[in-house]
Every structure is written in structure tokens, then in C-alpha cells.
């Protein structure tokens, strides 16, 4: 089981914003952003509540549990 994002394509929904807008939005550092796209490093809530607010969207809309076997877990 992993947590994983839709941050990237989110970023891309927003007319291409760069991590490092996405970074100074909610104060962090565009490699914290990298990491948690990646999925290297899994947010706060409160960072993940931050990040799902920019893009307007529920923190499971961002953010979901991936099984082994691929099936998205809501």
C-alpha cells in the first residue's frame, strides 16, 4: 500500500504552475514539493489540506491509497 498524488497533473490543470508557485503558496521549498510529487516524502495533514486547497479540490481528490495491485483505494 502507498499513498499517492495527483499533484503534477493538478499543476498542469492551473495553467502550468511550477512547483515553485505551488511551493511559495503553501511555504515550503519547491524540493518538498518534488518529494512529495515523487513520493519520497509523504505530507503533513496540514500540508496535504494546504496543497488540496490550492487546486480547489478535497484532500482524497489530491491525495489517494494505492494497493499492490493498482486499485485506487476511496
Same mark, same amino acid.
Given at each position: =500500500?502507498a499513498?499517492?498524488?495527483s %499533484?503534477?497533473?493538478?499543476?498542469?490543470?492551473?495553467?502550468e =504552475?511550477?512547483?515553485?508557485? @505551488?511551493a511559495?503558496?503553501v511555504?515550503?521549498?519547491?524540493q518538498? %514539493?518534488?518529494?512529495?510529487e515523487t513520493?519520497? #516524502?509523504i505530507?503533513?495533514t @496540514?500540508l496535504a @489540506?494546504? %496543497?488540496?486547497?490550492? #487546486?480547489?479540490?478535497?484532500v482524497?481528490?489530491v491525495?489517494? %491509497?494505492?494497493?499492490?495491485?493498482?486499485?485506487?483505494?476511496?
Amino acid at each position: =500500500m502507498a499513498l499517492r498524488n495527483s %499533484i503534477r497533473r493538478y499543476r498542469f490543470e492551473q495553467s502550468e =504552475m511550477t512547483q515553485e508557485a @505551488l511551493a511559495n503558496a503553501v511555504d515550503v521549498t519547491r524540493q518538498t %514539493i518534488h518529494s512529495i510529487e515523487t513520493g519520497k #516524502f509523504i505530507p503533513s495533514t @496540514l500540508l496535504a @489540506l494546504k %496543497i488540496a486547497k490550492v #487546486f480547489h479540490k478535497s484532500v482524497e481528490e489530491v491525495f489517494f %491509497i494505492e494497493e499492490p495491485n493498482n486499485r485506487k483505494e476511496k
